[in-house]
């Protein structure tokens, strides 16, 4: 466990990257109202050395009376930046019926990651399916409208190939305290890929963090989609017990520098979001109001590890959320950082006093980093 004089640098520094103030909107949703965003991807750099985001259009649309009764996740888009994320421009979207398969239609997009690597690129889409259903015994408690989320894999050999590239089943899980899982994100080490996730149980009561490693065959180029999956992991991060003790689910894992006070230190952060009810609660009237998080509408936080201990988690946010939005329900989730030699680049959906979350994005300069850290 670090000592609190270096925690507290890390806390400098993740305000300073998740500036909510000095953000910019990258992406707006479809319309500027309450339901609507764009988000829950992540920012890569290709091998031509652009910018490519990738993320999902979500309309309005409750899960409680069946997504037919909305549109909700409705569209993966990528789009490409060619000036270091100054301005961004749509590649191509892929709608639910081109991700569903011949079993299981898609009911809704949810979140979504792109990866280049040995001339592939590698797009990892979750989705929520019908014509799955739950175990036998648990049957009746799925929601008329609903399905089962689970995680695929389109692999192609360019960009613009992913648009008629198979969907390949990647990971689901049968298991009714995880049966859903959804919003991958990725970590790459030593040759390593671990492929971390959200999960929910039948009952849809909480949002947990998981992950598993990814071994990739790539000698049959973009053709091959074997994939093994190995060691999948559904609790090394417990949910919290304050203002995340409903869901706890992490969006990001960064490498900080080793640099200044870190010289010698092996450390991981991880972004997450969390919140203190699954739907939103009514307050005390003479209490302190403040935002609490819900499902939809989370906070963020704030954890590190040491050495890629992934089972030995310190939160730096314990009793409260470390990032919360200064407009509308104070929403600030799906954080993203990709870490460039210039500096680093944070996005993030941020709530809006119209009741919309656009990806937002921050740019934190590599002197700033450097400083904090000193």
Known sequence: MLDRHLQSKLVDLSRLLIDQHRAKVIVPPHL??????????????GPDGDFYLVGRYR??????????AGRRGLELAVFRSRDQGGSFEKVFCLSKQDLSLPHAPVLSIEG????FRDQMVDLFVSTEKDGVGYPAPLASYMKPGTGVWSIDRIRSDSVEGLMQAPV????????????????PFLYECDNTLLLFFCSHPFSWTCSNTGYLKINNDTSEGASSHRVSCSGANFDFFPRGNVWDVAMSRGTCVIDIPRVGAFSDHNVQLMFYDGGECVRDLDQHANSVSRPRGYSCEELGGVAYFLDRQWSRSERLSKHEPMFVSPFGT???????VLNRPEG??????????DGSQ??????LPRSEIESALS
């Open 32 to 45: 500027p109202n309450s339901g609507y965003w764009f988000g829950g991807g992540n920012l890569t750099v």
């Open 59 to 68: 309309n309005e649309g409750d899960s409680r009376t069946g997504l037919v």
């Open 112 to 115: 979504v990651a792109i990866r």
């Open 168 to 183: 390949a089943p990647l990971f689901a899980s049968a298991d009714p305290a995880t049966i859903h899982v959804k919003d």
């Open 330 to 336: 104070g929403c600030s989730r799906y954080v993203d």
């Open 344 to 353: 680093m680049y944070a996005t993030w959906q941020q709530a809006q006093e």
């Open 358 to 363: 656009p990806l937002v994005c921050h740019f």
